[in-house]
């Protein structure tokens, strides 16, 4: 699997744009950047993904850069509700698994 | 759309009693849904991936034997844990996904919105 670091944490204020990096270096070119949240106790949510362009959905947006090496969640305007830890995944073509790794824990504040 | 049913959602039992988790996609077809275990604190562990119609692939240190899966159709798989142990309370997590095969990374994992087992 193409790694993934993220932040461990970020605050922001509630009604700002939140913005979370995440780094795929060894990302191939045919492997998508997924992302999805998980507010505590419940399931994981899935958010987003995107191969090469800026993906938009009604939750949020991806910016991946030109080279493919990072990309950017943007929560356009974050509630108390998108509280939650936040996971950047490369999922392997070969067999779609997706690696969990620690997430970047996202706290809105008032 | 892409909605995952699990139930039931909190279970507490005696050890050595089997527990049965259902997973169920609710407006598409799964082909492929996959099974985790998360513990408190920790991220998801992947135990088992299961493809409609055939044997489920078990990550490495999951006993197939006490975590059996059934995929029997493309909107429901099921997990039993035989004969629980405290040790086996954790929280169970399904998901489930259109894709298989090439394109398949394409294809986002819906999520269930987990059951939390309690082994007394």
């Known amino acids: 699997d193409a790694k993934t670091t993220q932040p461990p944490s970020m605050d922001c204020a509630e009604g700002r744009a939140a913005n979370l990096p995440c780094n795929h270096s060894t990302i191939s070119g045919n492997e998508y950047v997924y992302w999805y949240r998980q507010i505590h106790s419940q399931g994981p949510q899935y958010i987003i993904h995107?191969?090469?362009?800026?993906e938009t959905n009604e939750m949020a947006s991806l910016i991946i850069t030109e080279d493919r090496k990072s990309s950017t969640l943007i929560l356009p305007h974050a509630t108390l509700r998108d509280t939650a830890v936040y996971y950047c995944?490369?999922?392997?073509?070969?067999?779609?698994?997706?690696?969990w790794g620690a997430g970047t824990k996202l706290i809105i504040k008032p | 759309g892409a909605v995952v049913s699990q139930h039931p959602s909190w279970v507490i039992c005696k050890s050595g009693t089997s527990v049965k988790i259902e997973c169920r996609s609710l407006?598409?077809?799964?082909?492929?849904m996959f099974w985790y275990r998360q513990f408190p604190k920790q991220s998801l562990m992947l135990m088992a991936t299961?493809?409609?119609?055939?044997?489920?692939?078990?990550e490495q240190g999951v006993e197939k034997d006490k975590f059996l899966i059934n995929h029997a159709s493309l909107t429901l798989s099921t997990l039993t844990v035989t004969s629980a142990h405290p040790e086996d309370s954790s929280f169970y997590i399904c998901?489930?996904?259109?894709?298989?095969?090439?394109?398949?990374?394409?294809?986002?994992?819906?999520f269930g919105d987990g059951t939390r087992l309690s082994i007394l």
């Open positions: 998901s489930a996904s259109r894709g298989i095969g090439t394109g398949a990374s394409n294809q986002p994992q819906h």
């Open positions: 407006d598409f077809q799964a082909t492929t």
């Open positions: 299961s493809n409609e119609g055939s044997k489920a692939t078990y």
């Open positions: 995944i490369v999922p392997m073509d070969s067999n779609y698994q997706l690696i």
């Open positions: 995107g191969l090469k362009n800026n």
